[in-house]
C-alpha cells in the first residue's frame, strides 16, 4: 500500500515553514525566511571572481555573501565561454536575443585544463549554487547553469538532449527526445525528467517556454548590471518540494494564508491540473502545525535523545566533521532470545535513523553505532534494511555495510546546513532559575500593553496569542474571567488563540488581519 502524504503550509510574518507527512508522521521540514535574500541552492548570480587559487585548481567568487563562494575548474561546465561571451558582450544598447542566438558554444572546456587560464581576478561571471554556505565555508558553485521544471531541465548553450534513466520505455523515449528537440530553440538543451513520461506536447511546450522566458528575463539585470546581484531564485520553497515531490499519493496540501494558497493552485494547475483539487485553505482558529501535530512531533523528534519503539532510544551528536548516532535499548524488556532482541532494536533504529536523516537534513558523514550483533546474517539483514528505508531519500546517499565494531557510515550529499531545533534552552521566562513572575504579575503586563493598543494605537479588534496554560488562566470562567473584563473595560473586540509553541508566559497581540503589533 502506497503511503499517504500531507503537506502543511504555515505562513507567519517573518517566515514560511513546510512540513511533510506521511501517514500523519513528520518526514521533512523545510524554513524559508519572508524577510530578505538568503543565499540557496538554485540562485544564479553574477558575481566577481576575487581570487585564484591554481594549488586547487579553483576561485574565489563574490556574489554578495559575506563569505566567498568557491569555484573548481572541473565546475565551470563544458560551454563556460559561451557564457563568458554573452556576459562580455550584453549590454543596455544591444540585442541580448540576438546576441544569444549568434553566439556559437565554441570550444568545450579541457577536463585537464588550468583555472587561471580562464579565469581572471575582476572578471564577471554567471554562477548558480549548488551547495548553501555551512559552518566557515561559502557556497559551492557551478558556472553549468540549468533551470529545473517539473518535467525538463532547461540548459542553456548546451545543444544535447538526454532522457532520465529510470524511464525505462525505449520508445517513450526516442517520443521524448524527438519531441523536445523540434521545440527547443538554438542554443538550449535539455534533460527529460522522469515525471515527463507520458506527457503531450502541449505540457511539455508550455513548461519549456516558462523556463526560457525566465531565463531570457535575467538577461534585462544581466544588461543593466554594473556588478554582483541576484539574476533570478529558485521557486519557492514550497514549490520547488511539489515540483520535486508530487505523485498520485499527494492527498492534501493545506496552507493558512490565502496568497501562499493562490501561488500552489496556480502552480499545480500548470503541472498536474487533475491535482488541484488537494489544495485546501486552512481556516481554523488554532495554528495549523498545533492542529495536524506537527509541533508536537517536531519538538519529540529534533532533541539530543530520540525516543523509538519500546523504550529504545536514539543519541545524536553533531559535529563539524560528522554527524554520530547512537542506538541505545533502554529498559526493553528481553523476552526473546538475546541475539534476537538486539536485531529487533536495531531495525525499529534504522526506520528512525532514516526518517531522521530526511528530517534534520543531515549531511556528510554519519556514522551510526547500532548495538552489536554476533549473527552474519542479522548483520547483512540489517544492512539491506537500511538500503530500502534510505531509497525513498532524494539526495544522493550511499550506506556501506556493518563494520566488525558494529558500526555503519552513511554519506549523504550535503547541500545545507544540517536543521537544528534546539529542544532543551534556557527558559526564556524564568531565565533558568526555575522560578517565574506571578499570574498577576503576567495578566497585569498583558493589561498595559492591552491599553496602549486601544487608547495610543485606537485599535478596537485585537487577536492574542498564548500558550494554553495562560489561555485557560485567561478565559477562566464564561462571564467572569479576565478577558471578558477587558472586553468590557475597553470596548474592543479581543480573540484568544492558543499555541503549543509558545512558553508558559509568552503572549503577543496581532490585529484583526494577523499582523503582529509591536
Known amino acids: 500500500m502506497e503511503s499517504v502524504k500531507d503537506l502543511i503550509v504555515d505562513v507567519s510574518s517573518t517566515e514560511v515553514s513546510i512540513a511533510l507527512m506521511e501517514n500523519h508522521k513528520l518526514i521533512e521540514l523545510n524554513k524559508e525566511s519572508s524577510q530578505g535574500h538568503s543565499f540557496s541552492v538554485g540562485d544564479v548570480h553574477l558575481g566577481k571572481v576575487k581570487k585564484i587559487l591554481p594549488a586547487l585548481n579553483a576561485a574565489f567568487v563574490d556574489i554578495g555573501d559575506e563569505k566567498e563562494a568557491f569555484v573548481h575548474y572541473l565546475d565551470l561546465g563544458l560551454y563556460f565561454e559561451a557564457f563568458d561571451e554573452f556576459v562580455k558582450r550584453i549590454n543596455p544598447n544591444?540585442?541580448?536575443?540576438?546576441?544569444?542566438?549568434?553566439?556559437?558554444?565554441?570550444?568545450?572546456?579541457?577536463?585537464?585544463?588550468?583555472?587561471?587560464?580562464v579565469l581572471t581576478p575582476g572578471q564577471m561571471i554567471i554562477v548558480q549554487i549548488v551547495k548553501e554556505p555551512i559552518s566557515t565555508k561559502g557556497s559551492r558553485l557551478t558556472a553549468e547553469i540549468s533551470l529545473a521544471g517539473r518535467n525538463i531541465v532547461l540548459l542553456p548553450f548546451a545543444e544535447k538532449v538526454s532522457v532520465s534513466q529510470k524511464i525505462s520505455?525505449?520508445?517513450?523515449?526516442?517520443?521524448?527526445?524527438?519531441?523536445?528537440?523540434?521545440?527547443?530553440?538554438?542554443?538550449?538543451?535539455?534533460i527529460i525528467r522522469t515525471a515527463a513520461e507520458g506527457k503531450n506536447a502541449a505540457i511539455l511546450d508550455a513548461e519549456l517556454m516558462s523556463l526560457i522566458e525566465k531565463w531570457e528575463d535575467s538577461w534585462k539585470k544581466l544588461a543593466k548590471s554594473k556588478g554582483v546581484q541576484l539574476l533570478f531564485t529558485e521557486y519557492s520553497k514550497t514549490t520547488t518540494i511539489l515540483r520535486d515531490l508530487l505523485n498520485d499519493s499527494f492527498s492534501n496540501i493545506y496552507v493558512n494564508n490565502e496568497t501562499i494558497y493562490e501561488e500552489i493552485r496556480k502552480y499545480i494547475s500548470l503541472i498536474s491540473p487533475e491535482q488541484e483539487k488537494i489544495v485546501k485553505l486552512y481556516k481554523d482558529k488554532a495554528p495549523i502545525f498545533d492542529h495536524f501535530e506537527v509541533t508536537r512531533q517536531i519538538k519529540s523528534s529534533f532533541g539530543k535523545v530520540v525516543p523509538i519503539k519500546q523504550g529504545a532510544y536514539l543519541v545524536i551528536e553533531h559535529t563539524e566533521a560528522l554527524h554520530v548516532i547512537d542506538v541505545n535499548s533502554g529498559t526493553r524488556s528481553k523476552n526473546k532470545e538475546q541475539e534476537q532482541n538486539t536485531f529487533d532494536v536495531n531495525c525499529f533504529a534504522a526506520e528512525e535513523i532514516a526518517r531522521q536523516l530526511r528530517l534534520r537534513d543531515m549531511g556528510g558523514i554519519v556514522i551510526v553505532d547500532f548495538i552489536d550483533m554476533e549473527s552474519n546474517e542479522h548483520k547483512n539483514a540489517l544492512y539491506k534494511k537500511m538500503t530500502e528505508l534510505m531509497a525513498t531519500d532524494r539526495a544522493k546517499h550511499n550506506v556501506l555495510p556493518l563494520t566488525k565494531f558494529g558500526l555503519m557510515q552513511i554519506t549523504r550529499q550535503r547541500v545545507r546546513p544540517a536543521t537544528e531545533i534546539n529542544t532543551m534552552e534556557v527558559c526564556p521566562v524564568c531565565n533558568g532559575t526555575g522560578k517565574i513572575s506571578s499570574s498577576v504579575v503576567i495578566d497585569e503586563a498583558i493589561e498595559r500593553r492591552l491599553t496602549y493598543y486601544v487608547n495610543e494605537k485606537k485599535i478596537t479588534s485585537l487577536i492574542l496569542k498564548v500558550n494554553p496554560i495562560l489561555g485557560a488562566y485567561l478565559t477562566r470562567g464564561i462571564f467572569s474571567s479576565i478577558v471578558g473584563k477587558w472586553k468590557k473595560k475597553y470596548r474592543c473586540k479581543i480573540e484568544v488563540v492558543e499555541t503549543t509553541d509558545f512558553t508558559v508566559l509568552q503572549n503577543e497581540f496581532y490585529d484583526e488581519k494577523g499582523g503582529k503589533l509591536d
Request: hydrophobic residues 25%; charged residues 40%; aromatic residues 4%.
Open 169 to 190: 520505455s525505449k520508445e517513450e523515449k526516442r517520443r521524448l527526445e524527438t519531441l523536445v528537440k523540434s521545440i527547443l530553440p538554438k542554443n538550449y538543451g535539455a
Open 94 to 117: 544591444t540585442d541580448a536575443k540576438g546576441i544569444y542566438k549568434h553566439i556559437k558554444p565554441g570550444k568545450i572546456l579541457e577536463k585537464e585544463g588550468r583555472i587561471e587560464n
